[in-house]
């Protein structure tokens, strides 16, 4: 676009940041180049390219160079000199503001505007056009969408640099510098792929290699080899837009009637139902202090009060808005979900499902989201019991318990089926999911024990608060991260970090860099195999008589699979982990929002849910072979089975004196 089109806050903001001196040079700020060169030698690197500068960088990027060499430099800076003396200070701004990168396949400040803030360049304010700028020093590191706070203090020194340079007063920075950053994040049209959220992941991760490299990922040409396979991406991107619109219509329906007993168990009587249905309408209609919070909370209230209105306007108007409260509707009372696959073996990554359409949702709830596991996070704390010496057969009373807590009060955790004082052993508290039986193992084992089991086996980003309820999933945690600790356990107790990228060459095929595991995390021993394999055993009986048999009776799965359902309170999230020996697939279902719930206790179950979406995916995927059916793990009888026969052949050759 011209630079008559771009706003002067924007040039101004661009300009007192990254080179407050560019209308005085001829392309290369030597006094600010002398003193880069001094901080860099006192070890304080420091960049000291103008404007100019990184245009040159960006248009010529293979006769530059990205090494970190005097002699990229020296191109650099003459590259910059002859730009200057060719073209108008103004040529070369436009030229700059129309070729740099902002991340997301954004290239250009038109498209930037659109991208993060859905208007044109024209229309941007002092503070959003600040944000961009600011975005330039490092397209990862300051990503208003991946890193918020890092954005908005960047985004202020930007005011602040501005105010030095004499482009603001200090009044409207003191205005600006408190306000929230408000984007309006709307990926344009882009090529995205079988696998769009996997590949911004990847896309993130390798933008930020490539900085500290030298490379430019849009620019340099590089060929990125990842570990998804696409015919396991087809059949659970599949998978997941199958089953969640099926369970879309359940959750319609539910809430579009008044009366709350259930209309079926059976999933395909939903869809002829949602026909004679205002979806939702229910839940709209009984709720409205949830959905006036919702109305406060979006960027629509937060504009129209900027704009002067009183917040009690602002309701009001947008409540009387027929197609703000209709999208409005549509956001909240979507369904989501989450699915990923990683080979065990080695940590690969071979399926990622961030949700159900990327074009009008790019929120990853495979990475991004961090949601309370419930019931999935019982093995660790069977698992840390095991660990401590404790026999699958043991038995504890199955009622109910008063757990005292540091503070005084009593936790008292219930089951949804109560049948009274009784007896159970371990085994048979996780395939029946006991919370009563649970809650005793981690106040005999340990808070600690338990999160420190948890971080080892892959549980390693997220904060796990160690209080006694974290024995039923209370702490969130990402898909991502379940998937991986469980991945551990099928290894039988040894860690491999999921990896997405194998390998990346130039556009010559050149190797540039491989990203083999480093030996240490490939062979990290986090549990001991026998304790692994007597969890897998108790994993396995969940699937064939316990809360995840619907992978048996619905799906038909009968390879060798074991596995953990998970359902949080109110029902608002659905959780299943499926292993196998080459494969472990985990599923998270439920609504952005977590104050919108799955009406239902059935469907709002991980057992309903989360569980059809993984056992869909697998059964497809078993079927079609992309996966082995008859591969196997080892079990505790046969590893039993196997030391007896070991034991009498050494008794053997002692006896004949074959040693």
Known sequence: MALDGVPAHVVDALIATEDHRFWQH???????????????????????????????????????????????????????IKLERRYSKREILESYLNTVSFHYNAFGIEMAARTYYSKPARELTVAEGATLVGLLKGTRAYNPVSNPQRALERRNLVLAQMVKHGKLGPSAYDKLSRRPLRLRFVRQDLEIGPAPHFSDVVRRWLIGWGELLGY???????????????????????????????????????????????????????????????????????????????????????????????????????????????????????????????????????????????????????????????????????????????????????????????????????????????????????????????????????????????????????????????????SPVTLLEMASAYASIAALGEYRAPVLVTRVTDASGRVVAEFAPPAATTHERVLESDVAIQLIDMLRAVVDRGTARGIRDAHGIDADVAGKTGTTQHNADGWFVLMHPHLVSGSWVGFDDPRVTLRSDHWGQGAHNALHVVGDFMQRALAARAIDPQAAFPSRAGRAVEAAIQNAGEAIRRWFGWD
């Open 216 to 474: 430019d990922l849009y620019a340099d040409g590089l060929v990125v080899q990842s570990t998804l396979d696409v015919r396991l991406q087809r059949l659970a991107t599949q998978a997941l837009e199958r089953r969640l619109e099926a369970l879309q219509a359940v959750a319609d329906v539910e809430w579009g009637r008044a009366s709350a007993k259930l209309l079926s168990t059976r999933m395909d009587a939903y869809p002829q139902a949602r026909r004679k249905v205002d979806p939702f309408a229910h839940f709209w209609a009984t709720r409205s202090d949830l959905v006036d919070a919702f109305i406060r909370e979006s960027p629509e209230f937060a504009s129209l009060v900027d704009e002067g209105s009183s917040k009690d306007d602002a309701l009001a108007q947008l409540r009387a808005d027929a197609a703000f409260m209709t999208a409005l509707r549509e956001r909240k009372t979507r369904l989501e979900a989450g699915l990923v696959a990683l080979d065990p073996r080695n940590g690969h990554v071979r399926a990622w499902v961030g949700g159900r359409d990327f074009a009008t949702g790019s929120f990853d709830h495979v990475q991004q989201a961090r949601r309370q596991p419930g019931s999935t996070f019982k093995p660790f704390v069977y698992g840390a019991a095991l660990e401590a010496g404790m026999d699958p057969q043991r038995e504890l009373r199955d009622g109910p318990v008063a757990i005292r807590l540091p503070n005084g009060t009593v936790w008292r955790p219930s089951d949804a089926n109560e049948n009274g004082d009784g007896w159970s052993t371990l085994e048979d508290g996780l395939v029946h999911s006991r919370n009563s039986i649970t809650a005793q193992l981690i106040e005999a084992v340990g808070t600690r024990e338990v999160v420190g089991f948890a971080q080892r086996l892959g549980v390693r980003e997220s904060k796990l608060e160690a209080v006694p309820s974290l024995a039923l999933g209370t």
């Open 26 to 80: 001829a392309g290369v700020d030597w006094r600010r180049s002398l003193a880069a060169v001094v901080y860099t030698v006192g070890g304080d690197r420091q960049g000291g390219s103008t404007i100019t500068q990184q245009l040159a960088r960006n248009v010529f990027p293979e006769e530059i160079g990205r090494s970190l060499t005097a002699t990229r430099k020296i191109k650099e800076m003459i590259t910059a």
